[in-house]
């Protein structure tokens, strides 16, 4: 083993006899040999930098990349288009190597960027701040839950409605299993039942993760009534047309990033965005940037709430996170900047057209059948005749990635502004078709 340590043969030796043992192998002594690899590995040998770029390119032509399918798939990550300057800017080495600014005087301009983010974010929400961001949605929903808990003191109750991602639900049971929480699960019928003097707060998706849009009003005045916490866990695109959530009750303000710019990347790394109104920034999790004034009276920015294990005493810190995605939400602020108000107001309604469009195609191909009457956004909800798992499958062998399967024939399928009308007409054909 000792070839593959960069230690000469006198340093090793050296340390061995500090610990009191002859050989490297007897410092793995206590792991069963029945688990230890005793055969060399089969490792090829080296090549140079030309032979090894010829043979990962040889390798990536053999591979039948998500790439080249057309995405019909949501479910939480959307295959949206990211305009190629984001990538460009990114990739500069200012950017590329960004970590926590901790010192400011050598951080203006990754502060400044994180600042304009929470800006828009503030903006996009309307809420009052917003941190610099999270590991992504889920994490982000689970933070508001913990902060919601935290703030009400006595109420330990933590309210889901049933419509909001399962694997979001997953995260927050995770997150909050130890900490006392009574989370229950709820239903826009028997919510007003559920919501009491002992609820912290009741967290709802919207556009939820069967893309329709909930009464976000409805809910706060049900939840504020008792003096509870209204959570809203949204898409950000969504935001381009619809009110916002802080004009519609809202307390708390999160959801996932990733369509802001940033690829599907296999599932991540994704970016979490965290909002809220002004009685709440002491509580919230993370950073936040805040703009001053250097010594020469000019604009300046400072990490100026850091309330997170790593800088106050643990048991007062409001989170254990302790890593932004500074280089996503980066992304998602280039993102922001170059589509502008109007640019996602016209994202956010292609996305509704081409969404609609496809809907009623399906509808019309008698093989489709509706499955709720609410209004949708990019997302919707169709139940199918054809077994779900034999008709993604037949449309993934002519180039389509299918949408979501929810089991009992129901599929879930997510259109974006990416798609085109022949793309669409051909999906719906192919859908037609299968058997």
């Known amino acids: 083993m000792s070839k593959y340590i960069p230690n000469t043969t006198s340093q090793i030796e050296e340390m061995l006899k500090v610990i009191g043992i002859t050989d490297i192998d007897n410092l793995f002594n206590r ?45 939480g990550a ?32 990754m502060l400044q960027a994180i600042f304009e983010y929470q800006t828009m974010i503030c903006e996009l ?10 590991y992504d949605g889920p994490t982000a929903l689970a933070e508001a839950c913990s902060m919601a808990y935290t703030a009400g003191r006595n109420r330990n109750k933590i309210l889901l409605l049933d419509s909001i991602n399962p694997e979001t639900k997953q995260v927050v049971h995770t997150y909050l299993k130890y900490r006392g929480t009574d989370i229950r699960e709820t239903t826009i019928e028997t919510m007003s039942m559920d919501i009491d003097n002992e609820t912290a707060c009741i967290c709802v998706q919207s556009p939820n993760f069967f893309g329709e849009i909930e009464d976000l009003q409805k809910i706060s005045q049900l939840i504020h009534e008792k003096g509870g916490l209204m959570v809203v866990y949204t898409d950000p695109i969504s935001l381009g047309v619809l009110e916002a959530p802080a004009n519609q009750g809202a307390d708390i303000v999160v959801g996932e990033g990733q369509s802001l710019g940033n690829s599907l990347a296999y599932g991540g790394p994704y970016l979490g965005f965290f909002a809220v109104k002004e009685p709440l920034i002491r509580k919230m999790p993370g950073r936040i940037v805040g703009q001053t004034v250097d010594t020469e009276g000019k604009r300046a920015f400072v990490l100026t709430l850091q309330a997170r294990e790593q800088h106050i005493r643990r048991e007062k810190a409001t989170s254990n996170i302790c890593s932004n995605q500074s280089l996503n939400a980066l992304a998602a602020t280039i993102y922001l900047s170059i589509i502008g108000k109007k640019g996602l107001q016209e ?19 008698g093989m489709f ?67």
């Open 347 to 365: 994202i956010a309604m292609r996305c509704i057209l081409n969404a609609h469009y496809a809907y009623e195609k399906l509808l019309e191909t």
């Open 125 to 134: 929400t309307g809420m009052d701040a917003c941190n610099a961001s999270m």
């Open 369 to 435: 059948s509706k499955v709720s009457d609410r209004p949708f956004f990019k997302e919707f909800v169709v139940k199918s005749k054809t077994d779900v798992t034999k008709l993604n499958k037949y449309l993934l062998d002519h180039g389509y990635l299918g949408g979501y399967d929810l089991g009992n024939d129901k599929w879930l399928i997510a259109v974006t502004e990416k798609r085109t009308k022949t793309e669409i007409d051909d999906f719906v054909k192919k859908a037609g078709e299968a058997r």
């Open 78 to 109: 959307y295959d949206h288009y990211i305009p190629s300057v984001i990538d460009h800017i990114l990739r500069r080495e200012e950017f590329y190597t960004s970590y926590t600014p901790y010192q400011p005087e050598l951080s203006q301009g």
């Open 31 to 75: 792991i069963p040999d029945q688990v230890k690899l005793n055969k060399e590995l089969n490792i090829p040998n080296s090549m140079t930098e030309m032979e090894i770029i010829k043979y990962f390119n040889y390798l990536s032509k053999l591979n039948d990349t998500v790439e080249e399918k057309v995405c019909f798939l949501g479910a």
